[in-house]
């Protein structure tokens, strides 16, 4: 089946830090550009980070440059998400996905996981 | 950065009805522009891309139409699995979605 499976998420406190992991199946992820997406309680979603199917570019929200990085693990079939310095509003159920087309990317996305719940809060 | 206003936020229907979505961009995005459907507990579905193109599997009463800074979602003939959030998502350089519309049972 081709899914996409987060994991790391958990109650943090501000200035604190976590690592997402997205794993994939059913396909190869290195085969695509994937992204992170968040989405706050009640709120609607919003694009974090996204990194080229080698790992070779990868692109940020202005809020989270400098504090969020974005990085990937072929072999593993893995995308992860390092946070850092984290505040009350990045609080968020935290989507990896997949953007359509491949080496071709067309830049919405065709695949979602169901997502990591990050809670920053003292 | 290219903002995305979605409207209505709440939109109550029945069953059989005919539904519009707008999304309005803050700058010309030409018809860079996708829609999703999440449900509850669920993850998103794509439903339209480049404003008009059906994906594959979804059923033919989503339409999409617009360019340029509005662009509307049309479900026509409302259908109980129907009941859900969409939003839009703009794609023309950076991303960014609208901030969503509820569909519930009116």
């Known amino acids: 089946e081709v899914q996409l499976v987060e994991s790391g998420g958990g109650l943090v406190q501000p200035g604190g830090s976590l690592r997402l992991s997205c794993v994939a199946s059913?396909?190869?992820?290195?085969?695509?550009?994937m992204a992170w997406v968040r989405q706050p309680p009640g709120k609607g979603l919003e694009y974090v980070a996204c990194?080229?199917?080698?790992?070779?570019?990868?692109y940020y929200v202005d809020s989270v440059k400098g504090r969020f990085t974005i990085s990937r693990d072929s072999a593993k079939n893995s995308m992860y998400l390092q946070v850092n310095s984290l505040r009350t509003e990045d609080t968020a159920l935290y989507y990896c996905a997949r953007f359509c087309g491949g080496s071709a990317p067309r830049w919405y996305f065709d695949l979602w996981g169901r997502g990591t719940l990050v809670t920053v809060s003292s | 950065d290219i903002q995305m206003t979605q409207s209505p936020s709440t939109l109550s229907a029945s069953v059989g009805d005919r539904v519009t979505i707008t999304c309005r961009a803050s700058h010309n995005i030409n018809t860079w522009l996708a829609w999703y459907q999440q449900k509850p507990g669920k993850v998103p579905k794509l439903l339209i891309y480049?404003?008009?193109n059906l994906e594959s599997g979804v059923p033919s009463r989503f339409s999409g139409s617009g360019s340029g800074t509005e662009f509307t979602l049309t479900i026509s003939g409302l259908q109980s699995d129907d009941f859900a959030s969409y939003c839009c998502q703009q794609y023309n350089g950076s991303f960014t979605f609208g901030g969503g519309t509820k569909v519930e049972v009116k």
């Open positions: 480049k404003a008009s």
């Open positions: 990194i080229k199917e080698d790992g070779s570019e990868e």
């Open positions: 059913g396909f190869s992820s290195s085969a695509y550009w």
